[in-house]
């Protein structure tokens, strides 16, 4: 796959993860690879990942499939208990079908920022592209 960062963001690497950024100290944007959505369609995936992020805690989920430059996605996005400071965080997360790998570009950041990186995230999101 290939990602363009928009400026102001800095590579950097994550665990378990195959790509990595940071938005200052506090918003952490990666791409894992995670299992294909296999025989499901779209929408069943979408179901099927949304019934996932609620049982680890997600509040006003929200999920839809979308069409990106990039190839088809799940689009979900959340508030969630931070990891690392148990403060609430908005999480955005992409999950683009790649056959029986797809690949997950996942965003958290406070949810006080979200609004400002917002044109950001789309810039990221719209030059991801398999090969």
């Not at 996932?52 to 979308?66: C, D, M, R, Y």
């Amino acid at each position: 796959f290939s990602v363009s960062l928009p400026a102001g963001w800095k590579k950097a690497s994550e665990p378990s993860a195959l790509f990595g950024a940071t938005h200052g100290s506090t918003t952490i944007f990666s791409i894992a690879p995670v299992p294909g959505r296999g025989s499901s369609t779209m929408a069943q995936w979408a179901q099927s990942l949304a019934i996932e992020a609620n049982g680890k805690g997600a509040t006003g989920l929200k999920s839809q499939v979308v069409r990106e430059p990039g190839g088809s996605a799940v689009y979900l996005a959340f508030q969630a208990a931070n990891q690392t400071n148990a403060k609430q965080a908005t999480i955005e997360e992409f999950y683009f079908d790649a056959g029986s790998t797809s690949y997950v570009m996942a965003f958290s950041m406070p949810s006080s920022s979200e609004p400002a990186l917002r044109s950001d995230i789309a810039k990221i999101v719209t030059s991801f592209r398999l090969k």
